[in-house]
C-alpha cells in the first residue's frame, strides 16, 4: 500500500499563493490518476484537480485558471500550485491515488490545511 504525505499548507492572504505536495513512497507511475481533494467545515469532499500517467489534467471549475496540478515521476511527488487564492479555497486538502482508470481513489494522504483569510 502507497503511503502519500501532504506538505505545504499554511495561513495565506486572499490573492496569494501556495504550493502543496505529495510524495508518495513508492513509484507514481504506477497508479492510473494523482489527484488533490479538498473538504472544507460541513462540506462534502470535492475533486480539486485530478492528472493521469499520460499528463492528462482535470479541474473542478471553481479553481480553473487559478490552480495548476503536475507531477514529477522521479521525486514521485504530485503538486498542486494554487494562485489568487480566496477565502472559499479554505479546506483540509488531500492527496489521493487511483491504480485504474475504472477504480475510485483508493489510496489517501492524512491531509494538509488551508486557510486563506479575507
Known amino acids: 500500500q502507497v503511503q502519500l504525505v501532504e506538505s505545504g499548507g499554511g495561513l495565506v492572504q486572499a490573492g496569494g499563493s501556495l504550493r502543496l505536495s505529495c510524495a508518495a513512497s513508492g513509484s507514481i507511475f504506477s497508479f492510473n490518476a494523482m489527484g488533490w481533494y479538498r473538504q472544507a467545515p460541513g462540506k462534502q469532499r470535492e475533486l480539486v484537480a485530478a492528472?493521469?500517467?499520460?499528463?492528462?489534467?482535470n479541474y473542478a471549475d471553481s479553481v480553473k485558471g487559478r490552480f495548476t496540478i503536475s507531477r514529477d515521476n522521479a521525486k514521485n511527488t504530485v503538486y498542486l500550485q494554487m494562485n489568487s487564492l480566496k477565502p472559499e479555497d479554505t479546506a483540509v486538502y488531500y492527496c489521493?491515488?487511483?491504480?485504474?482508470?475504472?477504480?475510485?481513489?483508493?489510496?489517501w494522504g492524512q491531509g494538509t490545511q488551508v486557510t486563506v483569510s479575507s
Open positions: 492528472i493521469t500517467s499520460g499528463d492528462s489534467t
Open positions: 489521493a491515488a487511483k491504480r485504474f482508470p475504472w477504480t475510485d481513489f483508493g489510496s
